[in-house]
């Protein structure tokens, strides 16, 4: 193991002490091998070697590259891969190792403002949530994956995740457990999706299990915790059924829910706390999509709106 790696696994094994999520520390350890790789391209075996220039280098290197389909990495990948490195000499740097931050200097580049793209209609939603066959065991487990992720905007992962002990279908609230970044909360449950979940757990879920000591909420067909992708399959055909055009996935259910919220005039901070975003920020980006204010002042202002024409 080189000196750079030896520092690297210091690093991360700091990383983990401090309780960062799993999902982070893997996605450090992706790219710190990824400007490694550049780094042994370049001669550069020994962490005195990484300067400024060098880390200036890794950023053009990063903007030259292609991603698996032969696209041009988006500024948000670049940024992200540069963010990992920045820490990690951040961290040599604050531990004395090296003497200052070479990549201090070093700006991300400017992302574009992107708008959530795949947000459904109403109607579009209702046809999803009626796609699955209620009739059949796997199918009301779907529709009672399609009402939770609905009315409560969660993560696939968080869906996934979540055990028996995490749903009050009876108060209409359902805990989510280290969600992204580790944090913890609490969200509502429309009374729809309560129903459903009820009826699940009450009369499908028994159906499907065969461990007494499998607390998952949602099961396979094996009575086991579902694979990671199901979700997203489980989306992916019911829109498909539905005849629904949009590329929809599971984080389309996120974003209708937000934006729908929000068309109701629900507070932002309150669609912050729902979507655990750590950052108003992050949870701006809805705003606009939501436009029902800006739509009635045009209609209400806006001098061509009064022409009969």
Not at 170 to 194: H, M, Q, T, Y
Request: proline share 3%; hydrophobic share 35%.
């Amino acid at each position: 193991m080189t000196d750079l790696e030896t520092l690297a696994e210091r690093y991360l094994v700091h990383m983990a002490v401090r309780n960062l999520a799993d999902g982070t520390i893997k996605q450090h350890r992706f790219y710190l091998r990824r400007f490694f790789e550049f780094l042994d391209e370049n001669d550069v075996d020994d962490v005195a070697g990484i300067t400024r220039e060098i880390v200036r280098d890794y950023q053009t290197h990063l903007y030259g590259h292609t991603n698996r389909r032969g696209e041009p990495n988006c500024a948000s990948t670049q940024n992200n891969g540069l963010k990992v490195v920045k820490a990690f000499l951040r961290h040599l740097a604050d531990e004395g190792l090296i003497v200052g931050d070479p990549s201090r200097d070093v700006t991300y580049a400017k992302q574009p403002k992107m708008l959530p793209r795949s947000v459904l209609t109403q109607v579009e939603m209702k046809k999803i949530l009626h796609a699955p066959n209620t009739k059949a065991a796997l199918g009301y487990r779907n529709r009672a994956i399609l009402e939770l992720l609905y009315s409560t905007g969660l993560r696939k992962e968080e869906v996934n995740n979540l055990l028996l002990t995490d749903v009050d279908y009876k108060e209409g609230f359902v805990r989510v457990n280290s969600g992204k970044g580790n944090k913890d909360r609490v969200v509502p449950l429309g009374k729809i999706a309560c129903r459903y979940l009820g009826s699940y757990v009450k009369e499908v879920r028994p159906l499907l299990a065969r461990d007494t000591d499998e607390n998952h909420l949602f099961l396979s067909l094996r009575g086991r915790r579902m694979s990671r992708n199901v979700i997203w399959e489980i989306v992916r055909r019911c829109a498909a059924w539905s005849k629904i055009m949009k590329k929809v996935s599971p984080h389309t259910f996120r974003h209708t829910c937000a934006t729908l919220m929000l068309r109701n005039k629900a507070n932002i901070r309150h669609i912050q706390e729902l979507l655990g975003h750590a950052s108003l920020n992050t949870t701006q980006v809805y705003t606009s999509v939501a436009i029902t204010d800006l739509k009635e002042a045009h209609a209400k202002c806006h001098p061509r709106e009064r022409d009969s024409e």
